[in-house]
């Protein structure tokens, strides 16, 4: 904003061309021009509602003000007088002026007709210039604004310098409160909420982006959902709610949700200063439970497609399902009113309330998990747990060992062996969880992802190729997701050191869990691999275009056409786009994405306290990309980051467990790692530096 109190400005002048023509002033003179020939139109004009005469902001106050909404009064130099400006110079309404004027201070804005639009706002692109206190301030105020546009048309494509635009004039007021207000929630799109952001005196840095304010979400009546920590305002609940009552007025008068500016003075006197409609994508009121990611990020980093989902998800549902019933995490009744885990677009999410992870519920939850770890100190589940993990696992073991070559099986047998292979890992996802809620995430047990390492580092140090090293070590699958068709993705290592303080006692929980989590991984790639020799033998029946494409195919449409010799119908592929950390459904299936509770409600995976510059690992990124010593903001946790955790001074994820392959991962290479961060990829990239504490699972912005 531009301060003409000294009676100066930085802008340039718009130069005198000439005195102003006989047209404009017999247009101006005139009681019957038409709006667009109007130079100046006052706010409650109703010819002031098109944006095409006095520009977006201006039509949108005119509206409001029309409609009994509490605009400031004011009025605005129209498109037609700024075009003489233009072309004649600021002289050319001269007269004009004078008999607009009604005395300061005013506050002078932009109306561009590309301004405030239902898909761009353009919002603080213009100049403001406030404290203008007579003409000749007025004047240079209107040649600033008029200057900026330059500016704003270097920035946006295909907009010419001397663009049509509008300039309000409004009466200046001295606010004690004002801010920004939204008709939904601008972050999720949730049509249910208001945001209420607010600075003490006038919006400009809050609006600016120079402050954050304090922000208070509502539910669409105004009553308090979340409130700010250590707010540096207090405005009070009642005027809270009169700015909710005037987004929801304003919002009904344009007939839809509205990016808000306002202002109250000290008696309380609500203004309505701005309004534009919000671009967020309006979303839907979410229902049902809060799902995410969470503790399976590792396992399903990607979308998976139609087959995988049939031979991975229902055993892993159910055994999570009977995992919580006999560890009394969760009622039967809350288990069975619960999805436990679903599929949107081929990519997995939890019921998050089950696991404790639900901001609606936490405390309860945690509570009946804590009484789970209870148990396991007075020794009712010390010697059945690991004993019974150890004897599926030897179970496991001697089936698979029992196998023959997959390229020997007849159809029906490969058919028969995708849907046991389910019974098997419905009973490891099942003892794997139970063994994980009495494991202690910061015990010291060695990994199945640290022996994968050192197996695969010793298996190139001989010069074997991933396949021959996977064929020979089968452990080492445990470092790249499951899928059908495609070739191995392994991290890229040379050396790791060996761990001997770690932990291989076969009775200990983690040790046990490792173990479990190993076998889940091994019938994966026996399901993936009995799948793609079908996908290879529907191929050479002319059934499908590429063995791989048989990953498409729903299970029971495989077997319908392996029995019946028809081409089976191809299912959508996986989505591209991860899931938002948490989220709910509305009712037409539309995701709607959660705000954390709060802003450090991470979960603590371990290895210590580390600092470092935020590094954002995206869908695009390469592991090779990731610089040393980096504090890594990702997704989750996916097993290509294994190879590159020693290099790092810190990890946070915006989803899992610390007690996932990674995670745990992390903790034996002393790498400070934090999981269950939501949104700490949007939220800590432009930190300077962070501070990761693994232990109290914290996140800190630092300055060097």
Request: charged share 25%.
């Amino acid at each position: 904003m531009t301060d003409l109190r000294d009676g100066t400005s930085s802008a340039g002048h718009v130069s005198v061309e000439s005195d102003r023509s006989t047209a404009s002033s017999d247009a101006a003179a005139s009681t019957e021009a038409t709006a667009t020939e109007t130079v100046v139109l006052d706010l409650d004009d109703p010819r002031a509602t098109d944006r095409d005469v006095v520009g977006g902001k201006g039509a949108a106050l005119a509206i409001a003000a029309n409609a009994g909404c509490p605009v400031i009064p004011g009025w605005v130099v129209t498109v037609y007088g700024t075009r003489q400006i233009d072309g004649e110079g600021i002289d050319v309404l001269e007269a004009e002026l004078q008999e607009a004027w009604r005395g300061g201070p005013v506050v002078v804005r932009s109306s561009s007709v590309v301004e405030d639009g239902d898909e761009e706002s353009m919002a603080g692109r213009y100049e403001t210039v406030a404290d203008v206190t007579t003409v000749e301030q007025l004047r240079k105020a209107i040649a600033t604004v008029l200057d900026s546009r330059t500016n704003v048309a270097d920035d946006t494509p295909d907009l010419e310098p001397q663009h049509d635009i509008a300039v309000v004039v409004q009466r200046q007021i001295d606010p004690t409160w004002s801010g920004v207000a939204f008709g939904v929630d601008p972050v999720t799109g949730r049509p249910d909420r208001r945001t209420v952001a607010v600075v003490c005196g006038d919006p400009d840095d809050l609006v600016s982006g120079t402050v954050d304010g304090d922000t208070w979400i509502t539910d669409a009546d105004g009553a308090v959902v979340t409130e700010p920590e250590d707010p540096e305002t207090d405005p009070g609940d009642d005027l809270i709610a009169a700015v909710v009552d005037l987004v929801n007025e304003v919002g009904e008068r344009f007939d839809g949700p509205q990016d808000v500016e306002w202002a109250a003075d000290a008696d309380g006197t609500l203004y309505l200063l701005q309004t534009r409609p919000v671009t967020t994508e309006v979303t839907a009121v979410p229902e049902g439970p809060e799902l995410g990611t969470g503790p399976i990020a590792e396992t399903f980093p990607s979308g998976m497609a139609a087959l995988e989902v049939d031979l991975w998800v229902p055993p892993l549902r159910e055994g999570i399902a009977h995992a919580l019933r006999i560890g009394a995490v969760a009622s039967d009744g809350d288990v069975d009113a619960s999805p436990v885990l679903v599929t949107i677009y081929g990519r997995p999410a939890v019921d998050l309330e089950l696991f404790g992870r639900s901001d609606r519920n936490r405390s309860p939850i945690r509570d009946r998990a804590r009484r789970v770890v209870a148990s396991w100190r007075l020794g009712r589940l010390r010697a059945a747990l690991p004993a019974a993990g150890r004897r599926i696992a030897r179970r496991t073991d001697e089936e698979l060992g029992q196998l023959g070559p997959l390229e020997d099986y007849a159809d029906e047998q490969l058919l028969d062996l995708l849907h046991r292979s389910r019974d098997v890992l419905r009973a490891l996802h099942g003892h794997e969880v139970l063994t994980g809620l009495i494991t202690d995430p910061s015990g010291n047990e060695l990994t199945g992802n640290g022996v994968a390492l050192r197996l695969l580092a010793d298996a190139r140090r001989r010069g074997l190729t991933d396949a021959e090293a996977i064929v020979r070590e089968p452990a080492i699958l445990s470092l790249y997701a499951p899928r059908i068709g495609g070739e191995p993705d392994l991290p890229e290592v040379t050396d790791v050191p060996d761990r001997p303080d770690r932990t291989t006692d076969p009775e200990a929980p983690g040790v046990v869990r490792e173990a479990l989590r190993m076998r889940v991984r091994w019938v994966h790639e026996l399901q993936a691999r009995a799948a793609l020799v079908l996908g290879r033998r529907l191929h050479d029946r002319d059934l499908l275009d590429q063995p791989t494409a048989i990953r498409h195919v729903r299970l029971d449409d495989l077997c319908a056409s392996v029995r019946s010799g028809t081409a089976p119908d191809l299912q959508p592929p996986p989505a591209d786009d991860a899931l938002p950390s948490r989220f709910r459904r509305g009712a037409d299936g539309t995701i709607v994405p959660l705000r954390s509770g709060n802003g450090d409600d991470g979960t603590g995976a371990g290895g210590g306290t580390g600092r470092g510059k935020p590094f954002v690992m995206d869908d695009e990124t390469e592991v090779d990309d990731i610089p040393d010593g980096a504090v890594l903001l990702t997704a989750a946790l996916g097993p290509e980051l294994a190879g590159v955790l020693g290099r790092l001074e810190g990890v946070v994820a915006e989803t899992g467990s610390p007690l996932s392959h990674v995670a745990i991962l992390a903790r034996e290479a002393d790498v400070a790692t934090v999981v269950g961060l939501a949104g700490a990829r949007e939220d800590l990239a432009d930190a300077e530096s962070l501070v990761v504490d693994g232990g109290a699972g914290t996140v800190e912005r630092s300055t060097s």
